[in-house]
């Protein structure tokens, strides 16, 4: 027999864990005689199969019986004491009993039987619980699968009718031998950290007893962001009855607990060292709280956990759902964080955009703290739209001020107006489309309970700062919403109360004016100007502001927007609403093009006429202080500006739209438009461009000398640009360096030089001299033939100088004809312009006519001054002698005069003869090398040329040398100066190159140089 339970233990030790079934546990385990070895079998093995695992449990418990049986009768169960439940550990231990201490010894058998029977009582508890921890997951599982696992239970399903010979268990949390072997606060710790609440749940209440002490450990593992509602059970609670923490009362598996588990029995057992306790439970961890806490420390604790979840997670909804929960059970002093936290939950969930918005993802408790009332209002609505800002104020904004009144009021400092006033503040700094959503859910004509602002005045003050604090040009809809929410009084201003709200629009025209200490006014800045006004001052503002919105509305039409500030600015300032009506009338908004016809700039007359003026209650528009006439003038401007000429003649003849304005005034404004397109012009030609536009837009008013005068003068100029006059070398001259010229004459000099045979175009350079604005001045047409005729001798075309000359000396003669004439200034300059021209081109050596230059010089005698008719005479004798001498067939002696000659040394040409050359008109010359490079102007050259004329004859060009007024010599024909290739001729060569080139007077040789 012995060997046969041998056999039989050596069996089970072969066998496998997974190969282990119910009917091998009593076929083979049960049939062992020895109750020792069949008792410690079963504790050895530890499985995940319930049934495998109940059934040795069992036989052990069976198998040991028998000794506990024998051990009461040594030492009976003690009424007094009060054994723990089954597997705990106890701290403190009841003293040992002597008798029973000997008999372990003695038995020590029995004693590792006793020993292992509390151990398997022990792990029963645990599978009875964990069989029905699995049970709950079935039933938690089957909620979960709804209607869609019906059909698990399907009869026609293959097996339904087959016996089921294990327990049906859902899926658990943990492996039966993990729960078995792990000490009971470890399984709670892996039960709160996986979130399996209906597990802990049944660990709680068959176990409560053990895990009580340390029940906010167990919490504490739970993660942060699970949700308070799923776990409430084993949250703490509060008894009001008891006024501290409510005990947790657990039922356990057995009513009482078993002899093996006293606490004398298991220090019996330890002193006798009869039992070596491999299967003690590890004791568990230090730090449990025995006690119930108070009503102020569990307070405390769940304002720890719900800080805690919001530092670790920032969830506001779960820190907020923990303080819930405890302040549903009358906990004190969590209703202050229950708001703050209910109000940041509105905040995180509720606020538009929150979800969106990643910046505002890391919201705490410090954060919301450290913000002030304004800031966390800004922040409700940070993300709102027109649509939804007025139920965001309702269900986010208003609680959030209605609790800081409360608090206010709590504190003892109650402040009526916080809510109020902090509302307000958002609107002055909010824009426009969310302001006007705001005053519409405002009107005065709902009812009170609905109003987001209650007070009508508050209303006007608040509508009146926002719109003209704003910087909009374009809201003039939204802002003619915005003044339709306003209240509008039925009391009339008195004339004081009327003065105090101009008086305060007067001076805000001031304040808002911009300055480098503060660029713009905020609505902010504005409310305290419209704080102390009374409801009839505001109804008086609010007529203005109406006019004003109106005004905006018309300007913005034609794009030509202010903002509403501006109104308060130009209120007093007529050159601020001048260039405004300037701005309208020229930039409106389309192009010229855009716009259709004439009905398009009567409809613009029509709303410029508009703002000028006041109304019938004394109230100035944008354009109050210009009269209708400044108006239509500033509009016919405008509408020549944009080249519409057709238009202009059009509405000047209409009777339906007329201009009403005199011919003069149309003339001043038709010539003050023509002057800028000359001036705005880049080409001079009258044909395209915009001095084409000049020149056609003097078509518009009637004809007069002014008209005439102004259209040759464009003539002219396109006149001087086909010359192609240089302003700088390649750079053509501008039309309005033309106007600026402040001699036009020096202008027909540069056309003479710039172009070789201009001059032989007389008429047309006196038609350009005539369109220049010399019409009727004779010495301006007597200059202007002396420079043909000086360009044409440069050009020793001789019979065209002396062509130019004689037309040069009709005219000075018709000038003198007249007596009255003798003593005018023109008449006396032109003389002496014709006499010093007629002189030079007579005592020119290389004209070989010698009647003309006698009669040149006759007429030189004719017009020169009294003064001067000694030096002409003796050259008209000199050359009347070499014509005598030339006729008797004797050679003329040579009387020339060296071109670097003293000044003095030349009879011919005193010294008093240079000095008139100071008013003749000399053209710009640049050649580098020429004493007259320096010259920049007319006067400057003719400074210049009255010292050259001094040393210098006039008559030397591309020649030898010049004929002067007394002979240098005897025997010095023209034939020996020009065969001398030595140093006196080459010397009076290049002085007559440089004369030619320098000083030519009034040809202007520097475009061909």
Known sequence: MASSSEDLCEQWALIPDDALTPSSVQTILATVNDDLWVAAASVDRLLDDVDIQRALLELGLERSQPALDRARNIYPPQDAEDPPAAGSFVKGSLEPDETLVSYFRDEPADAQLCYIRSVLLGRLDRLNTFVEICRESVRKEETQEGEDDEWDDDPWEEGADEPVEKTTLGTPPVPLSTFLSDDLMQNAYCLATRQSFSALRVLYRRHGSQLWPFRFTILDTIPEHAHPSEFRDILPEFDPSDDMERHVVSEGWRPESDWSELASVRESLKRSEAVQFDFQIVPPPPGGVEASLSPTDLAAWYKQRAEHVMASTGMTDIALAVIQHGASQGLPGLDELGEELSLLSRLVYDAQGSERDHEDDDWTLDRWRAMDPPAIVRAYVAHTSPETIVQDVRKLVMPYLFVLEARAERTGNPDPSLATRLLRDYILSAPLDIVVSIFEASKPTLPAVQRLILDDEDMARIALACLYGSDSLHEWSTMGRIFECLPAWDTQATEDQADEADTTVSSLGAFVAPTTARPRVTPSDLIVFFQPLPATSLSRALDILDIHLESGEILSRWNVPAPLRWFLQSAHDEAQQRARATRMARRTGRSADELDGQGDWEWLLEDMLK?????????????????????????????????????????????????????????????????????????????????????????????????????????ATSRIASFNVMSRPGIPISPIEIRLTKDRLSLVSRVLSSNSDAYKYTEVILDLVHKLGFRDDAAAQVKALAMIADTALQAEDFDRAYETSETMVKTVLELRSDAANIDDPQVTEASEVCWVACFQLGRQPEFSDVSRKLTLLGRALEFCPADKLVDILAAWRRLEADAIDERKGRPPKRRATSALRPRNADPALPPSLAARFQNLHMPDLHMPTSPLAKATDGAALASTFSRVAANFPFSVGGRSRSVASDDSGPGRSRSNERARPGRDGDVSEKASRAFQKGIGWLIGADEEA
């Not at 003026?613 to 109050?624: E, Q, R, V, Y």
């Not at 438009?673 to 536009?693: H, I, P, T």
């Not at 008013?701 to 003539?715: M, N, T, V």
Request: charged share 30%; aromatic share 10%; with cysteine.
């Open 611 to 715: 703002l000028v003026g006041a109304n019938d209650a004394g109230l100035k528009s944008a354009f109050g202080l210009l009269s209708q006439a400044d108006v239509i003038r500033i509009f016919f401007g405008g509408l020549l500006s944009t080249g519409r000429f057709d238009i202009a003649k059009s509405m000047l003849r209409s009777k339906k739209h007329p201009l009403s304005l005199d011919d003069d005034t149309i003339e001043d404004i038709c010539l003050s438009a023509s002057r800028e397109f000359y001036d705005n012009a880049s080409s001079g030609n009258y044909r395209f461009g915009d001095m084409k536009l000049a020149y056609d837009c003097l078509t518009v008013p009637a004809r007069s000398d002014k008209i005439i005068r102004e259209q040759e003068f464009i003539e």
